[in-house]
Antibody, heavy 114, light 110 residues
């Protein structure tokens, strides 16, 4: 049974970067997506990384600021977002895709505050 | 890529049926069978309840059903129960290999 275990909450100042991890327990190669949810708002798709990490796709809103990476040796995915502003305060989820999101991490709260 | 449009809120009494619409474009919802629906309780991660327009994962109540016509997908919850009170989101593949979520619908059981 695959589980997705995300790293803990982070606090950053405006202009900084944040890196969130998502470890797959019971690993099999699959596409991993990242989705965020600002307080009281809806789900926003951010991007995906291919099963072996060789390909990525980002939402236009995050082009140039978002980097997705995968370390297959430790079955861990990473989401790094740079140039943070208060608008990036949100819960960030990793989600396994099998043409649909059948497994989600519990989410990581990222707070951007001066 | 703009979010697909859902009604902000839908309400119903216990035992009634409600339907939530998800209107996209011919480049996403209208183009693929890969439309899915998610239920989310406050403070929790979303949970898959419908995939590929109308299929239910194992363990999901058969009171949830999905359909699609043109650029609009729909989720119907029949025999509404108090436990159905949650937020619901649609999601679709797009022609540019990205994904789009709906704006989300808050379901209230009166």
């Amino acid at each position: 049974q695959v589980q997705l275990v995300q790293s803990g909450a982070e606090v950053r100042k405006p202009g900084a970067s944040v890196k969130v991890s998502c470890k797959s327990v019971g690993y099999n190669p699959y596409y991993m997506h990242w989705v965020r949810q600002a307080p009281g708002q809806g789900l926003e798709w951010m991007g995906w990384i291919s099963p072996h990490g060789g390909e990525t796709k980002y939402a236009q809103n995050f082009q140039g600021r978002l980097t997705l990476a995968r370390d297959t040796s430790i079955t861990t995915d990473y989401m790094e977002l740079s140039g943070l502003t208060s608008d990036d305060t949100a819960v960030y989820y990793c989600a396994k895709e099998n043409l649909y999101y059948d497994l989600w991490g519990r989410g990581t709260l990222v707070t951007v505050s001066s | 890529q703009s979010a697909a449009t859902q009604p902000a809120s839908v309400s119903g009494s216990p035992g009634q049926s409600i339907t939530i619409s998800c209107t996209g474009t011919s480049s996403d919802v209208g183009a693929y069978k890969y439309v899915s629906w998610y239920q989310q309780y406050p403070g929790k991660a979303p949970k898959l309840i419908i995939y590929e327009v109308s299929n239910r994962p194992s363990g999901v109540s058969d009171r949830f059903s999905g359909s699609k016509s043109g650029n609009t997908a729909s989720l119907t919850i029949s025999e509404l129960q108090a436990e159905d009170e949650a937020d619901y989101y649609c999601s679709s593949h797009t022609s540019t290999h990205t994904r789009v979520f709906g704006t989300g619908t808050k379901v209230t059981v009166l």
